[in-house]
């Protein structure tokens, strides 16, 4: 195993020594990592490595057994620090008999935010054609987009996205790989988890990754180009899943 790279400046979030500790299982285990302003963080591992758990316990959803934990500079679920998240876990759960529209209406009224809002996040992930549209009568890669726009709302410094490259196809990618990039540029900081490397190595510069709730690797991408990726990282056969 890797040792984990320390070269990464903290402010946005900070995880010290976290460990997340389920009745029947270990979701973290002693995790430290932390991520600046305007970052684009990949988590990568194979499902049950703990990338959903990190995700959640930025959001205040799943308490650290032992560790702190700090996101914005206050504590994970205050709901100062929520205002300033956008987040899509899991499959994006909407009302089927709403469109498009109505279920980020929803949302929007919800946080305070104008209709206008609505309209512009749904341009942004590509969804203005078919905003009035039920949500029931969209693809998974429209439901994906949906999350994102979700997730867009009230202009987030920091956005966790699970796995949202799910059902995109390659023009879909690169919508969204392009939208992340921009929004990085813009200052904000972006986690995005998957359990393939092919779907973080164009969108992510960072790569950090888990296995079985530990940190075993965090590198800037650019170190892992070419095959020398897979000779670096998944000399284990078990770990070739993750290409």
């Known amino acids: 195993m890797l040792a984990a790279f320390a070269r990464f400046p903290g402010g946005i979030f900070t995880l010290t020594s976290v460990t997340v500790d389920y009745h029947d299982a270990v979701g973290l285990q002693e995790l430290t990592l932390a991520a600046g302003r305007g970052e684009v963080v990949g988590i990568l591992g194979a499902h049950g490595s703990g990338k959903t758990t ?68 749904l341009a942004l992930v590509g969804l203005a054609a078919v905003a009035r549209r039920k949500v029931r009568a969209y693809p998974v890669a429209d439901r994906q ?30 919508d969204f790989r392009d939208l992340i990039a921009e929004l990085a540029h813009g200052g904000c900081t972006v986690v995005v988890t998957a359990h393939r490397l092919r779907d973080l190595e164009l969108i992510a510069p960072r790569i950090v990754i888990l296995e079985a709730g530990r940190l075993s690797v965090d590198v800037a991408a650019t170190e892992l180009a070419g095959d020398g990726l897979a000779r670096v990282l998944f ?9």
């Open 145 to 174: 987009r949906l999350g994102l726009a979700a997730a867009l709302l009230g202009d987030p410094e920091l956005i966790l996205l699970d796995e949202p490259m799910v059902g995109l196809d390659a023009p879909g990618t690169r």
């Open 54 to 121: 990190l995700l959640k316990v930025l959001l205040g959803l799943a308490k650290p057994t032992s560790g702190e934990a700090r996101v914005l500079g206050g504590r994970p679920g205050d709901p100062e620090t929520l205002a300033r998240i956008g987040a899509s876990i899991g499959a994006p759960a909407f009302i089927p008999g709403l469109s498009g529209y109505d279920n980020l209406r929803a949302i929007a009224l919800a946080k305070g935010l104008p209709h206008q809002e609505v309209r512009h996040c």
């Open 235 to 243: 000399h284990d056969r078990s770990r070739e899943r993750l290409i």
